[in-house]
Structures are given as C-alpha cells and as structure tokens.
C-alpha cells in the first residue's frame, strides 16, 4: 500500500527546534516535499528534495528549515530551527511517483501521495 505517515509534531517555544519525519512505504519517489497549512491560509510549500538530493527551500524558512532523506529507512525529515509563531500550521509531506519539475515542486498538484499530516505549534 502505497502510504506516507508523518510524525515529531508538537508544541514548541519560539526560537526553538523541531524535527518532523515523514516514512514512506515502498514505492518510487522521484522527489517529496513538505507542504504546511495553517487555518484560513493556502498550503505553502517549504522544503522539497528531488531523487538526486538537490533541495529546494521557500524563501519563507531559508536559513531555517533544511530538508534531508534516509532512503535506507525510506523516512523524510524536516529539521526546523528558530520557530516562530507564525510556523505553526499542519505540516504535511508529500511524493510524486514520477518524473518532477523543478518549477513545481511547490504546487501541491504536482504530487500524488500524501500524508495525513502533523500539527506543529509555536508559542510566543
């Protein structure tokens, strides 16, 4: 069953660091990413790494979130440092089972498996 299960959420001071993991079941990734929603907003990509490693990250968390992958364990992972209230949202991960594009690997249509999400909650 082709399934993304994404843990390490929770509630965090700001200036603190989180790290959210993503593990995937066995299938051909050929990039995933890590979108986030907070209530009344749109989905936001923030992260995203395609099958040869390169990363992409939103200017939004440049400098603070980095993206990375253990493809023995098949699990994604977001480190996110200095938190800040406005991080707080549901945290998603998200893989295409085909070829990716660059310029959309923010665009929450250009993947076909998705997680169900972890809620991470910054205070001030």
């Known amino acids: 069953q082709v399934q993304l299960v994404e843990s390490g959420g929770g509630s965090v001071q700001a200036g603190g660091s989180l790290k959210v993991s993503c593990a995937a079941s066995?299938?051909?990734?050929?990039?995933m990413a890590w979108f986030r929603q907070a209530p009344g907003t749109e989905r936001e990509g923030v992260a995203a790494?395609?099958?040869?490693?390169?990363?992409k990250i939103a200017d939004s968390v440049k400098g603070r979130f980095s993206i990375s992958t253990d493809n023995r364990k098949n699990t994604l992972f977001l480190q996110m440092n200095s938190l800040q209230p406005e991080d707080t949202a549901m945290y998603y991960c998200?893989?295409?089972?085909?070829?990716?594009?660059?310029?959309?690997?923010?665009?929450?249509?250009?993947?076909?498996?998705w997680g169900q999400g972890t809620q991470v909650t910054v205070s001030s």
């Open positions: 998200a893989a295409r089972s085909a070829a990716c594009g660059w310029y959309g690997l923010f665009e929450g249509r250009h993947y076909d498996v």
């Open positions: 066995s299938f051909k990734r050929y990039c």
């Open positions: 790494i395609l099958g040869d490693g390169v990363t």
